[in-house]
C-alpha cells in the first residue's frame, strides 16, 4: 500500500504521484434507478448503472524535487484534458493506494489553496480538492 495516487495520461506523456492526506478521500457509490407509482398503485422500479467517485484532498507542490511526483501545473494540466477522443485524452490511468489500475476521469471542479506563505518553489505547498470518477463498473 503506498501513500499517494499515481495519474497517467492516455498517451503515457504526462504522468505524476500525488500524495493524498489521511482522511481526505471519500468514496461515493451510487446507483441510478427510479422508483415511480403504478396506476394500480404498485411501484414501476427502474434499475440503471452503478458508478463510483473518490473525491481527494491531495497536498502538492508548487515545483516538485521528489522523482516521479507531480506538481501542481501538472495535476491542473490533467484536470483541464477535456477530449475523451484526443491525445491524450481525458481519461486517464489512475494507479490507486493499492496498486490496482483504473480508467478515470477527473470531474466536477478543481479547488487549491495555499499552505504556508510561499508561493513558488519547492516550499510552496498547496491543498487540491479533486473528484475522480471511475469509468464503468470496474471498481464495484
Do not use: C
Not at 440503471?48 to 473525491?55: D, F, L
Amino acid at each position: 500500500m503506498t501513500s499517494y495516487i499515481t495519474l497517467t495520461t492516455s498517451d503515457s506523456g504526462s504522468s505524476g504521484k500525488f500524495s493524498v492526506l489521511y482522511g481526505g478521500r471519500q468514496r461515493e457509490i451510487r446507483k441510478n434507478m427510479s422508483v415511480d407509482p403504478t396506476v394500480e398503485g404498485g411501484e414501476d422500479i427502474t434499475f440503471g448503472g452503478i458508478h463510483e467517485t473518490h473525491a481527494y484532498t491531495i497536498r502538492v507542490r508548487h515545483t516538485e524535487s521528489r522523482s516521479g511526483y507531480g506538481n501542481l501545473a501538472l495535476l491542473e494540466y490533467l484536470f483541464k484534458l477535456n477530449n475523451p477522443n484526443g491525445v491524450p485524452s481525458s481519461v486517464l490511468t489512475m494507479v490507486d493506494h493499492f496498486g490496482t489500475s483504473h480508467s478515470v476521469v477527473l470531474v466536477g471542479s478543481f479547488s487549491d489553496s495555499l499552505l504556508g506563505v510561499d508561493i513558488t518553489g519547492s516550499e510552496a505547498w498547496s491543498l487540491v480538492n479533486l473528484t475522480i470518477k471511475y469509468l464503468g463498473n470496474e471498481a464495484i
